[in-house]
């Protein structure tokens, strides 16, 4: 019997071929879009869900409060805290501690060969391989990372350091790994392999942690006190089978009241579930918002419910034409029940040609959107997953499309469905109400999308009109090594200083604008009262203000020295000042000695624009400078300047790869995300208006072959073919309309929402929503 529903249903599909093909359209665009959601959603959470009793490993996480209401969360833990939380609290099975390090020279001294900057460097403890296992290639796990100056490597750390050995083979040899403030011997004492699974533990190269306190270096690794806190410091924990995340927090907090003064405010510290730091902070900025991704199956969602609800409408709309067969199928015996699962075969049929074309369109859809995937994703549409995916998807879409669409059709009485009749159209009539209802909600979805999309974008254009207060024109940056040779670093500042087409050089550890963010607390004085300001610091040379075009309202430029300070207009209004020369020669309390203020300089932006600018402090502290910043002429060639400029880099540095960049670069990176929302709701508008369009003009051909007399009688007694448009499309005019007006409130809802995101933001453009409803009504 199923063969025989299969073989009706490929007739029926073959006979209707204009209903066929809105349908597979309509369905295929939707189902391309959830699979390539769900392959990317999947991928997002599938990091690091193999290790053994990943539901019970955390990571403890600080908690601060920088000023009443202002709560700042970091994955950085204070070094003592490593020490005793697993004495203090007995649920804890396992600790492991790790310390990332940045830009770590590797050299093989054997070989006499420099490797170059790694970030895959990091201090860890015995704990850390318990917790996080490896497969061993060689070493003892118990003893590898037991002893100062050992280190265990990974197998790419093999190949790359090593080529040709084997793991047995470099056991004791030596590596030294150059950080910031010291050079590292360590041996190595074992070998593990690579993480094949997706991973945010990237790190290649452990050095045992017990070298730290062997060298003396706790003080500047900033492990000695319960009062620093230092974001390579990582901190890993596994409970017991019988504990929860609710132990962990309970048992932390009163570890914070134990070590911290009950009368002095004191950081919180929680548990942070293994299975989220992938959507938090991370070790290589892949970083994913989990907003976004939800986002994305909300959307996923709307457009695969909006090609269900154009398949229903227009099967329920079409239904007449199916009406004698179901009659003479009635007459011949047929139930209620086989009526509906002849017209679920059919369906089914339809969905999984759909989700045959849905394979190519999502292969597209990825390839299009390529940049805002992560870089590390990759998805196979045929892979065993997602053919799960489609055919779960299959099942369901039938069910949710089919269903009514068939009771319909199995509710007609044969006498009447004989005479190709439906019900009675007297008064209400549920199906028409149906249908004008759900293309209400078709276009109301599609017209929240077009607004929303219309917004982001005045937004985007908005801020990227706006004044930053800094020259951004060919300004170019590079990373030099930190804590490096304060000698080197002036002598390649002076040879780029001497290229003609270079009109300024800066040294520094801020770029004049970025995401990272330095603030600490200043001590002026304000009508004979001692007030604390919460600053944001930069730590720049006396060239930074004139190489980045920042206007100075008074006094002059910091000759670099210790106890000279700049800052900014907002430091003034803190103060209480409006008169930016009153302030000059004034002195106030940073950093527990007195600094003079010597110059003020216009507010800038030093953060993105969702940001208000803070109270700002220009300081001089150059054996932190890592930063190169040069100013080129805007009648220069940039790819030449740029060229020349590495060359120069790699003589004064001739084992470091980074290159020059430019400040636009970055400034153009902090709205990426937001970019990528924009891409993705135009995309998402876009195709909600083609499944619109779809079953509007499934609706309209049906509509136009329902009154083919009607418009046949019209045109004899003269009716013009506007007349006859207007007759067709009224009923539509109203349907747009109602879904305006539905579509008006969340668009506004969501979109504000957004705005409240942006310190400097645009104002609600309430024109704009007529705008979209009179351009929809033109179309």
């Given amino acids: 019997m199923f063969k025989n529903y299969l073989i009706i249903a490929i007739r029926n599909i073959k006979r209707n071929k204009l209903r066929t093909l809105v349908h597979v359209l309509g369905l295929s665009l939707g189902i391309a879009i959830c699979l390539v959601i769900f392959t990317v959603v999947w991928h997002a959470y599938s990091f690091d869900r193999f290790h053994a009793d990943s539901d019970r490993i955390f990571r403890i996480n600080t908690m601060e409060e920088w000023e009443p209401g202002n709560v700042f969360q970091t994955s950085a833990t204070n070094g003592p805290l490593g020490e005793v939380i697993d004495e203090e609290l007995s649920f804890i099975e396992n600790k492991g501690r790790l310390y990332t390090l940045y830009e770590t020279m590797v050299v093989i001294p054997e070989q006499n060969k420099v490797i170059g900057r790694s970030n895959r460097v990091a201090f860890s403890d015995p704990g850390f391989f318990e917790i996080f296992q490896r497969n061993w290639l060689a070493g003892n796990p118990q003893t590898a990372l037991q002893e100062p100056y050992s280190a265990v490597i990974s197998e790419a750390s093999l190949k790359k350091y090593f080529p040709g050995l084997g793991a047995n083979d470099i056991l004791g040899k ?467 300047a740029k060229q020349r400029l590495e060359t120069l880099v790699e003589e004064v540095f001739p084992y470091e790869a980074s290159g020059f960049n430019f400040i636009d670069e970055v400034l153009e990176g902090f709205y990426e995300e937001d970019r990528k929302i924009q891409g993705v709701l135009g995309f998402a508008a876009g195709v909600a208006i083609l499944i619109s369009i779809l079953g509007l003009f499934g609706l309209s051909s049906f509509t136009i072959a329902q009154r083919t007399k009607e418009v046949s009688i019209r045109k004899v007694l003269g009716a013009g073919i506007i007349q006859i448009i207007a007759l067709v499309s009224k009923q539509y005019v109203w349907l747009v309309l109602m879904s305006f007006a539905l579509a008006a409130y969340p668009a506004y809802y969501l979109s504000n929402m957004w705005l409240q995101e942006y310190a400097y933001r645009i104002e609600m453009p309430y024109l704009l929503y007529p705008a979209v409803e009179l351009n929809l009504l033109r179309r």
Wanted: charged share 15%; hydrophobic share 45%; with cysteine.
């Fill in 174 to 640: 030596e590596i030294l790994w150059i950080d910031a403030s010291d050079s590292i011997y360590a041996q190595v004492q074992g070998v593990v392999a690579d993480y094949t699974e997706n991973t945010d533990f990237i790190f290649t190269d452990f050095i045992s942690f017990s070298t730290i306190a062997k060298k003396e270096k706790e003080d500047w690794y900033g492990l000695h006190s319960w009062t620093n806190l230092n974001t390579s410091s990582q901190l890993f924990v596994k409970i017991g089978e019988t504990s929860s995340k609710a132990n962990l927090d309970e048992g932390l907090a009163v570890l914070a009241k134990k070590y911290f003064s009950e009368q002095d405010s004191h950081p919180d510290f929680i548990g942070e579930p293994l299975e989220e730091i992938h959507f938090s902070e991370n070790y290589d900025d892949t970083t994913i918002s989990k907003t976004l991704l939800n986002g994305l199956i909300y959307i996923g969602i709307i457009i695969l419910l909006l090609a269900c609800l154009n398949f229903i409408n227009l099967e329920t709309a079409l239904a007449i034409n199916k009406a004698k067969e179901v009659g003479i199928r009635k007459t011949l015996g047929s139930n209620r029940g086989q009526l509906v699962f002849q017209f679920l075969s059919e369906t089914f049929v339809l969905v999984i040609i759909a989700s045959m074309f849905s394979v190519f369109i999502a292969d597209l859809i990825k390839t299009y959107f390529a940049d805002y995937l992560p870089a590390n994703f990759e998805a196979s549409f045929l892979s065993p997953l997602s053919l799960a995916f489609l055919a779960s998807n299959a099942i369901v879409l039938t069910l949710v499309s089919g269903l009514y669409p068939g009771f319909v059709l199995a509710n007609y009485q044969p006498q009447r469905a004989l005479k190709g009749e439906l019900h009675h159209e007297h008064g209400f009539s549920f199906g028409v109400f149906l249908r004008k209802n759900l293309a209400v909600l078709q276009f109301t979805a599609s017209i929240t999308f077009i607004i929303m999309v219309m917004i982001l974008t005045s937004q985007l254009k908005y801020i990227s009109s706006q004044p930053l207060g800094f020259e951004k024109e060919a300004v170019l940056y590079t990373n030099l090594p930190f804590m490096g040779e304060r000698s080197k670093r002036e002598l390649l500042a002076d040879r780029i200083r001497n290229e003609s087409f270079v009109e300024g050089v800066s040294l520094s550890n801020n770029l004049v604008s970025s995401n990272a963010i330095w603030t600490s607390d200043a001590y002026v004085m304000v009508d004979s009262l001692e007030q604390q300001l919460n600053v944001h610091v930069m730590n720049v040379d006396s060239a930074f203000v004139s190489v980045n075009g920042i206007q100075m309202l008074a006094g002059r430029k910091a000759h670099n020295l210790d106890n000279e300070i700049l800052v900014n207009r907002n430091f003034l209004q803190a103060m209480g000042a409006t008169d930016p020369q009153e302030v000059i020669g004034q002195t106030i309390n940073f950093r527990a000695q007195q600094n003079t203020i010597v110059g003020v300089v216009e507010n800038f932006n030093a953060r993105n624009l969702k940001e208000e600018i803070m109270p700002m402090v220009l300081i001089y502290q150059p054996e932190y400078y890592f930063l190169l910043t040069a100013k080129v002429s805007n009648q220069q060639n940039l790819a030449y």
